[in-house]
């Protein structure tokens, strides 16, 4: 199990399934222990025993199966508390807390912001602890997330949202996904040196079977083909090299529609 520091609270990396990243937070000034998208219980259970503390919180960031089948076991065994988004709650197994970005959760000794993220599923929702931000099937690293049930304008204003957080935040997102999402960043920006230098990185990682997640915001706001149209002059390049309008939503679309049947 990795773990990293933050000033209030360590996070805890847990493998899960094929390539589902669970965390689990432990705070430092108080008893809670947060998972976040737990998958599946076991390694969620194996991990609290390793750590000699109960899980007393759940956050879901959406509903899909491979973020909240761990939900009722883990309330079963522990008598957590499920929080998730208010406007998703009917598809949040066993929610007791519905949060928003105007009521996030409380938890006491920590300081959490809900972001709404809406794209991938409608009701998405990330979390934002100090600088460590949990975004679910949003934000991956060097990719974002299949649009299931949004518009590619609700995603990208989404992602947008999370490109205003400063550079050093951590991105814990949930799947391992990144190798891949290079291939395909390499495919659109194949002259960007930023994000050469993160692919011999990444696949130096993945070679001694360590995570290339957490990133930051900084590194994807530099190499991941979905925050590239922040740039306005990779939009008017990528834009005249592909005869679409010169504007960051129709550019991102595009490379999004690629994406999608790459
Ligand atoms: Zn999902």
Redesign the pocket.
């Known amino acids: 199990m990795l773990s990293y520091n933050h000033s209030n609270f360590t996070v805890h990396q847990l493998p899960a399934l094929k390539d589902n990243y669970i965390y689990l937070i432990e705070a430092h000034a108080s008893d809670a222990m947060i998972a976040i998208d737990p998958a599946q219980a076991v390694s969620v259970r194996r991990a609290c025993r390793q750590l000699g503390k109960p899980l007393t919180h759940i956050l879901n960031t ?1 509903h ?1 199966w ?2 909240t089948d761990g939900n009722v076991p883990l309330k079963n065994d522990f008598g957590c508390l499920v929080i998730g988004a208010a406007h998703d709650a009917a598809r949040i197994p066993a929610i007791d807390i519905r949060v928003s970005e105007t009521s996030p959760p409380l938890i006491e000794g920590l300081d959490i912001r809900v972001i709404d993220v809406t794209g ?2 409608r009701g998405h929702i990330a979390y934002l602890l100090d600088d460590a931000l949990f975004c ?2 949003t934000l991956f690293g060097a990719g974002c ?1 299949r649009l299931f049930e949004g518009t590619h304008a609700q995603m990208w204003h989404s992602l947008q949202q999370l490109a205003l957080l400063d550079g050093a935040t951590r991105v814990y997102c949930a799947h391992e996904y990144t190798l891949a999402n290079l291939d395909f960043a390499m495919f659109v920006d194949p002259h960007n040196g930023a994000l050469q230098d993160r692919m011999q990185q990444d696949k130096a990682k993945r070679q001694r079977e360590l995570p290339t997640i957490p990133s930051t915001i900084g590194t994807e706001k530099a190499t991941n083909p979905f925050l590239r149209p922040l740039d306005s002059s990779f939009v008017t390049a990528y834009a005249a090299s592909k005869g679409i309008d010169a504007d960051a939503l129709s550019v991102f679309t595009h490379i999004r529609q690629q994406k999608d049947h790459y």
């Open positions: 959406h899909h491979d973020h991938h599923t679910g099937d997330g």
